[in-house]
């Protein structure tokens, strides 16, 4: 079940790129009905939505600006040992088909 954490997006914490997918993320936010809020950074401006899953993997999903309309990007925070697991569980939430998985990060180990 996702469900939205209940603080802000800690920028003390280094999120990272690990998927991309070929998803909206305004159409997945009204199928799973979670809430996307604007931002930006040095790069550009972005929509983002900071969601958690039932085992405690918190994760980004985020569409930049110059990013086409179907394509978003997951960040989970550096230095989990338990990323691989995360990241299935990730993508099992958000019900991904593995066609829709665009990239995996897989040295997300050297952040």
């Known amino acids: 079940m996702l469900t939205q954490p209940n603080e802000p997006v800690p920028y003390d914490v280094s999120f ?8 909206s993320l305004e ?4 199928d799973l009905g979670f809430p996307i809020q604007d931002g930006q950074d040095d790069l ?10 039932e085992n405690g993997c918190k994760f980004l ?5 110059g ?4 394509m978003i990007d997951v960040y989970i ?5 338990d990323y691989r697991r995360c990241l299935d569980d990730i993508v099992s ?3 991904v088909a ?4 665009i990239e995996r990060q897989v040295e997300y180990e050297r952040f």
């Open 16 to 23: 990272v790129p690990v998927l991309s997918l070929r998803q």
């Open 27 to 30: 159409a997945l936010a009204n």
């Open 44 to 53: 550009d401006t972005y929509k983002v939505a900071y969601l958690q899953i």
């Open 61 to 65: 999903l985020v569409r930049y600006r």
């Open 67 to 70: 990013s086409p309309d179907d």
């Open 77 to 81: 925070p550096a230095k989990r040992t």
């Open 93 to 95: 939430e958000l019900g």
């Open 98 to 101: 593995e066609s829709d998985i």
